[in-house]
Structures are given as C-alpha cells and as structure tokens.
C-alpha cells in the first residue's frame, strides 16, 4: 500500500512528506520534481511569498546512490521565509479561512492553525507526486493539468496533439490551453487585485496511458474514482470534484451520457486493448475502475480567502466588528492549483498502480503489469 503524510507550517522551517510503501528500484531524478516545484511558485497573480522563495526539494531518506530503498522516503522543501517563532497571532478571523474554526476547535490562536492550513503546505505535496510521476512512467502513464477558467471566464482549449498541448501550457503565464486569451485573462486578475479582491477558477487533470483495472469495484473506500475525488477536494480551496461529464452527465439522458463500447483489435496493443470508446464522458472511470481510456477530473477552486479588501469579521478579544485581519497573499492561484491537483492525482494513481500490480520492486511489478496485460488482452 503506498501512502504519505505531510508535516510543516507555512513560515516554520521546512515541509516535509513521507512517503511508506514506494517499490524498491525506481531511480529518482530531483530535477523534474524541482521543475514542478518552480511550476507550482509561478503563474499570474502569485503574491510576495513566492519572490522569497526558490523551493528545492531535499531528499532525505528511503534513496540509495540515486535508487529506492522500499524503505519509507523522506521528502523535505526548506522555507526560505523561517520566521514563525516571531509571528503574532491574528486578532480576527478571515471568513473563508481556517482561522475561527480551527481557533474554536483547537482552543487555541488563529496563528497556530492557519500556518497548517495555508497552501504553502502543497509544496511537498508536489514533490511526492513529482516523485510518483517517475514510477509511473515506467508504465507508460503521464499526467496532464491546465486551467479551464479564471473567476467565471472559459479559456477553451485549442485543439491539438498532448505534447502540442503541454508546449502551449507551458509558454502560458496562466498554464491555460489559449494563448490568445491570456492578455485578457491576466487583465481580469489585475482589476481584481486593484480592487483589494481575490479569483478563483477551475482546473482539469488527464491521466494518459492508464491501464485497465485500476481501482475496483468491490469496497467503497478502494474505488479509485473516490479516491481521487478525497485526494483532490483535501487540496486547500477547492469546493468540487468532477469527472469526465461530472455534473452535466445529471441533465442528460442515458443515451447523450454513456460511452459506447466498439472493438478495434489493431488497438489491442494500447491501454484500451482495443476496446474503443467514442466519448470518454465517464472520465476513464467506471465503477470505480480505470476502463482504459484518459481519466479526465477536475476541480474547482475557490478565491483565496485573505482580501486586501477585507470582509466583516469580528474581534475575538473584544467580539466587536471589525474587518478581518489581512496578511500578505495571492490574487489568484488558479495556475498552482493546476499544479498541486495534476500531482495529487499522480499519487492517487501510483497509489492504484501499486495495488494492482504490487510488489516490492519496480521489476517486479513490471512483470506483472507484462503478464496482466497479456492476460487482459485474451479476455
Ligand atoms: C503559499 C504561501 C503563502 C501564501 C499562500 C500560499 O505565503 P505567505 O502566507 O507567507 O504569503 O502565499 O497561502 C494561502 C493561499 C493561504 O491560504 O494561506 C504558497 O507557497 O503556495
């Protein structure tokens, strides 16, 4: 079973992720974690913090001369900004933030709950699924993010190849699949930052190359499609999940919604064993399993919740209104966003590749995955 936690605050010395369970032999490359890490500080509308900051992953354990152990992995980004023994609490809460219910349920300061709850968090969060991209690229899987809108505005994706797609992604400030929408894009944005107010948007993530049989079935908590759908609600401001249709697939008939299943046995090589899908309306996923199309998932993130502009709010000490307290923050971080849920996702299908086709090594599981597919392609 492959599982990580995270542990650290915003401003405290570093984050760390430890990750129990990754098969032994995987040889680990820093660099594209630390490619992801950049990606994650960038996009338009970022805030001070991220001018501070060159996050670099460290890691610390569970990695022999460049290859995994099997032992668990120690994975940490050291905070630049270490300045937490010197913080004040915040007098009132920001409505939108963890600030007054976890001061209330915690019996304790706004501080000591909103540096846990702040994205910065996301940081290791990233590298563990930076470092899951590289297992899964032995089974030929790729993760895919981008921004579909910025507060309430559709950037439709033009048409074109993945690696056409990613090329247009990443010459994007907003990580978005239009370059022609940008210039407005960033102009909305920049009104809101004028005006002391915040943007939020949606996100989609596909996973390519997904093998049929991921997930299951058979017990609630191992559908792969939950599972996904926890990993990616749990990323800070984000308040839905929906895959393939999501909610659309609700005002359609039947017949608009499912996607027909025809054979191609010249496909029978690829991830759909030639079972050939026209529409991938379900998202790759069907009772809760990979059906060898894309896993197609997005999210929608909420404004971040610190405004320069600030909401009502009350004085804890004294329970008067006042405006909530304001900190240093971000316009948007829609672009981050994609970036945090493309690798929270990689995890949560590592995490499924490894129990399909588990074992202690990488060679071992390849073995498997070699055999499955044979196997799968006779049924
Ligand atoms: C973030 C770092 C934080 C915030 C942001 C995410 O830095 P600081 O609080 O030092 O300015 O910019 O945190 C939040 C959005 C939040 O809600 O707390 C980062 O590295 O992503």
């Not at 010459?171 to 978005?176: D, G, N």
């Not at 949606?202 to 559908?223: M, S, Y």
């Not at 059906?291 to 008067?320: C, D, F, M």
Request: glycine residues 12%.
């Amino acid at each position: 079973m492959l599982r990580y936690w995270t542990a650290g605050e915003s401003h405290g010395k570093a984050l760390i992720a430890l990750i129990d369970g990754f098969p032994a032999g995987v040889a680990v490359d820093e660099g594209p974690i630390n490619v992801e890490l950049r990606r994650r500080q960038g996009g338009y509308g970022r805030g001070g913090r991220q001018r501070i900051e060159t996050d670099t992953v460290d890691v610390r354990a569970g990695v022999w001369h460049g290859v995994t152990l099997g032992s668990p992995i120690a994975l940490e980004v050291a905070n630049r900004d270490y300045k937490l023994e010197r913080l004040d609490d915040l007098p009132r809460p920001r409505p939108g933030h963890g600030d007054l219910t976890g001061a209330v349920k915690y019996l304790g300061s706004i501080r000591g709950v909103l540096e846990r709850a702040s994205a910065r968090e996301t940081t290791v969060r990233v590298a563990t699924g930076a470092l899951c991209k590289q297992l899964l690229a032995h089974f030929g899987i790729t993760v895919f993010g981008f921004v579909l809108e910025v507060g309430g505005e559709r950037i439709e994706p033009v048409a074109g190849t993945l690696e056409e797609l990613k090329a247009v992604r990443d010459q994007s400030e907003l990580y978005a699949l239009n370059l022609q929408r940008d210039a407005a894009i960033k102009e909305l944005i920049d009104r809101a930052g004028k005006e002391g107010d915040t943007l939020g948007g949606i996100v989609e993530v596909q996973v390519h190359g997904v093998p049929f049989g991921l997930g299951t079935h058979a017990q609630w908590d191992r559908k792969l499609d939950g599972r996904l759908a926890q990993a990616v609600m749990a990323v800070q401001a984000i308040k839905g999940v929906e895959i393939g249709l999501g909610f659309e697939a609700a005002r359609r008939p039947g017949s608009q919604v499912h996607d027909p299943i025809h054979y191609d046995a010249s496909r029978k090589q690829s991830p759909t064993l030639g079972y050939e899908r026209p529409t991938n309306n379900a998202g790759g996923l069907e009772a809760g399993m990979t059906n060898g199309q894309p896993i197609v998932i997005r999210a929608a993130k909420k404004p971040i919740s610190t405004l320069r502009k600030a909401l009502e709010s009350i004085n804890l000490e004294t329970k008067q209104p006042e405006a909530a307290s304001y900190e240093r923050s971000d316009v948007c971080a829609i672009s981050a966003a994609s970036v945090i849920v493309e690798n929270v996702v990689a995890f949560e299908v590592a995490a499924a590749v490894v129990d399909k086709f588990g074992g202690d090594s990488l060679v071992e599981m390849q073995a498997r995955h070699k055999l499955f597919l044979e196997m799968a392609a006779g049924r």
